[in-house]
């Protein structure tokens, strides 16, 4: 699944055969194919990007600062699922915010981390490139006005309290074999201190790049590009609903389905339905001719239900985190034009078990009894190897002694409120019995089973052995003291588990043009953030969608800007593709 391919045919004609139907639900049509001169146009910009969230504003603002036209084109508001985020950059070696707080990165470093999570997602070309731009992509974040004013967090967990804008956000002090760990995760000021989510990473980009003169297009879904007949992308059709009363209406509703799908999805569904009945009556038809390029940066696909079916069913029962937008239609509009689609089926689901503190020092069973992954990894290599390999289940055990010091931790000074009412909540369904088989049995899993994990799990936590899955003695705590306790933290159980996509369009590594199935680029084309193939397409930490956004938006922008001013960006390609070697 994580190699399914799905991309557009070469014909020309009225309109362009695709393989659309291999990406249902997203709402987009086939690529219109003209003379761009018969055609009639609202506007004409240099560079248009459509969608903007962390990969569009970067884009944007990145062809803004080159001195092109720019317009941006939103279905909604624009801030997307970044706006709903937590706000988290992965960044390294050695930004100005390490600088400050004293801590020592290297782009080798960094790289030598970073690697274990992205694997073959990039080239290791493209991985170097992108720790050696960090300390850059963060200082670009900084110069358009996000924030970064609070200290470090020095110990482990999965969203830093209040007041902290560093921390070890994704697997750090794990691969210490082979580099030094750094905390990475770079928190914006202004989050909100009750939820941890919101747009204190976006808003104040947004806020640039209209400074900066681009060009707003709100409420318009770019439902098609138009493409000449040598295939080149000349420009979007979109439809857009008005401003006024129903403008309003729309920007209402739209807002509240983010909102409602992050704390309650269920009221999400009725909001969505009002609006997309507004899109349906009001929105016109609106076209937009781009000069240098169109940036695809519609973000992911998690909220298409009949795309995750297909692709993703064993993430089903995790809890779907995304906003209105996520419905792969930037996807589609890339296969639409010739553009090839990779790795649908790679997704990340998140499971975090600390705070409190305490808890990674117990062992993960699932219900044959077995463990599956090292319990001191970040979350989302919890979560995913449960929802891909362990039929979403995840059974947390522990002893007494543990248990009451996890207890003794848990409280609102080292975890947000958010948190620590998901772990509270957890608490509450544990399961206790005096021997690992009364537990078994309470369970309902195979008592020799347990047992024999349990042993293995405590020989290694004395060092007598290696652990099978990597995990340091000093990570561990033996079980050996009744009661024991069981925590079913399985999806649909006592805390969330949740999951974004992480497959896109295949890109030229170096310019972010979107490649055809000959992995030639399609000429004004290009794909960023969660559109397109990136960093964090393997394997997911804390803030490296994000980061990826910044680097690939950036990366897009400039290329789509070069290319209005009439340089020749794809030469480049060739080379690219003489550097297939994996991360
Ligand atoms: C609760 C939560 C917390 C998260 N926390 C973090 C975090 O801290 N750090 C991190 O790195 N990642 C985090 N993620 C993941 C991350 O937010 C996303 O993967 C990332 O923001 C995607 O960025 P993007 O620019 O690709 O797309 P988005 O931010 O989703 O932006 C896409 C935009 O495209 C628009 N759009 C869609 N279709 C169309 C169309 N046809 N026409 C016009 N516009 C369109 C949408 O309206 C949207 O505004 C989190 C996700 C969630 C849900």
Same mark, same amino acid.
Not at 13 to 40: C, F, H, I, M, W
Not at 124 to 140: A, K, M, Q
Not at 200 to 225: E, N
Not at 339 to 345: F, K, P, Q, S
């Given at each position: ?517 000959? !992995?030639?680029? /399609? ?5 960023? =953030? %969660?559109? &397109?193939?990136?960093? #964090? +397409?393997?394997?997911?930490?804390? !803030?490296?969608? /994000? ?5 690939? =938006? %950036?990366? &897009?922008?400039?290329? #789509? +800007? ?22």
């Amino acid at each position: 699944m994580a190699s399914e391919t799905i991309s557009g045919e070469t014909t020309t004609g009225k309109t362009r055969a695709t393989q659309l139907d291999q990406l249902p639900g997203t709402d987009v049509e086939a690529a219109l194919v003209a003379d761009e001169n018969s055609l009639q146009w609202d506007d004409q910009f240099d560079v248009i990007v459509v969608g903007l969230g962390a990969a569009g504003v970067s884009a944007a603002i990145e062809a803004a600062d080159q001195g092109s036209k720019v317009a941006f084109i939103d279905r909604f508001e624009g801030g997307g699922t970044t706006a709903r985020s937590g706000s988290v950059m992965y960044a390294g070696g050695g930004t100005a915010l390490q600088k400050r707080l004293g801590v020592e990165d290297s782009p080798e470093n960094m790289f030598n981390c970073l690697r274990h999570e992205v694997q073959d997602a990039v080239s290791e070309n493209t991985l170097r490139r992108f720790c050696e731009e960090s300390p850059g992509n963060f200082d670009f974040v900084t110069a358009n006005g996000t924030r970064y004013s609070g200290t470090l967090f020095a110990s482990k967990t999965s969203y830093p309290v209040h007041g902290h804008s560093l921390y070890y956000s994704g697997n750090e002090l794990i691969y210490t074999q082979d580099a030094t760990p750094a905390p990475r995760g770079h928190l914006a000021d202004g989050i909100k201190r009750f939820t941890a989510f919101g747009p204190a990473f976006i808003a104040p980009l947004i806020k640039s790049a209209l400074k900066k003169g681009v060009t707003p297009i709100r409420r318009s879904r770019v439902s098609r590009l138009i493409i000449n007949p040598c295939g080149e992308v000349i420009g979007v059709e979109a439809q857009q609903v008005a401003g006024g009363w129903v403008g309003f209406k729309h920007k209402i509703l739209s807002t509240l389905a983010a909102y409602a799908q992050i704390y309650f999805a269920p009221a999400a569904k009725g909001y969505r339905k009002k609006l997309f009945a507004i899109e349906k009556h009001y929105a016109k038809p609106v076209r937009y001719r781009a000069k240098g390029g169109v940036v695809l940066s519609a973000g992911g696909f998690i909220l298409n239900k009949d795309m995750t079916e297909k692709y993703l069913p064993k993430f089903q029962r995790a809890m779907k985190l995304g906003t209105t937008g996520d419905t792969g239609s930037g996807i589609a509009l890339g296969v639409s034009a010739g553009g090839v689609a990779e790795r649908l089926g790679t997704a990340t689901a998140w499971r975090f078990i600390n705070p409190p503190v305490d808890w990674p020092k117990a062992a993960i069973v699932n219900l044959q009894g077995k463990r599956y992954v090292n319990e001191a990894m970040y979350g989302a290599v919890i979560g995913t190897r449960m929802m891909a390999e362990n039929n979403g289940e995840c059974i947390l055990v522990m002893d007494k002694p543990l248990f009451e010091s996890s207890l003794a931790n848990l409280n609102l000074k080292s975890s947000r409120f958010v948190t620590w009412m998901q772990a509270k909540t957890a608490v509450r369904t544990a399961k206790s019995a005096d021997t690992l088989e009364a537990l078994a049995q309470r369970l309902k899993i195979d008592p020799e089973n347990l047992k024999q994990t349990v042993a293995d799990y405590n020989a290694a936590a004395r060092g007598e052995q290696p652990d099978a899955f990597g995990k340091q003695p000093n990570d561990m705590k033996e079980i050996k003291q009744g009661p024991f306790y069981a925590i079913n933290m399985s999806a649909g159980k006592g805390d969330i588990t949740s999951v974004i996509s992480l497959g896109g369009l295949k890109v030229c590594e170096l310019t972010g043009a979107v490649l055809n199935q000959e !992995g030639q680029p /399609i000429k004004g084309l290009f794909a960023a =953030g %969660r559109n &397109a193939i990136g960093v #964090a +397409s393997n394997a997911y930490v804390s !803030g490296l969608s /994000i980061a990826d956004g910044v680097f690939s =938006g %950036r990366r &897009a922008g400039l290329c #789509a +800007s070069q290319l209005a001013q009439g340089q020749d960006i794809h030469a480049v390609t060739t080379a690219e593709q003489q550097d297939p070697q994996p991360a």
